[in-house]
C-alpha cells in the first residue's frame, strides 16, 4: 500500500510507514522457490507482507506438517531396529 500524498510505503494492516523490506530467505512450504523474494514487515504491528499489499504466506500449517511426518518416520525407525 502507498500513501497517495508521498509514494511511501505504507503497512496495509495499520497504514504505519516504519516498515522493514528483506528476502524471505528458505521456507519449508516454498523451499528455494521463496528463497530470495522481498518480504516487508511492519516495524509497528508486525505484520508482514509482500510488495503489492498481498498477506505473506503463514508457514505455521507446514512447519506443522513436517514435524508430525518427522515423528512418523522416526517412531517408523525405531520398530525397524
Request: contains cysteine.
Given at each position: 500500500m502507498t500513501t497517495p500524498e508521498s509514494q511511501?510505503?505504507?503497512?496495509?494492516k495499520c497504514g504505519s510507514t516504519q516498515i522493514h523490506a528483506g528476502a524471505q530467505g528458505w521456507t519449508p512450504r516454498g523451499g528455494m522457490l521463496q528463497s530470495g523474494k522481498v518480504q516487508i514487515t511492519c516495524l509497528k504491528?508486525?505484520?508482514?507482507?509482500?510488495?503489492?499489499g498481498k498477506s505473506a504466506p503463514d508457514q505455521t500449517l507446514a512447519i506443522?506438517?513436517?514435524?508430525?511426518?518427522?515423528?512418523?518416520?522416526?517412531?517408523l525407525f525405531l520398530m525397524n531396529m
Open positions: 511511501e510505503v505504507a503497512c496495509p504491528c508486525g505484520h508482514k507482507f509482500l510488495p503489492g506443522i506438517v513436517l514435524a508430525i511426518i518427522g515423528a512418523i518416520v522416526f517412531a
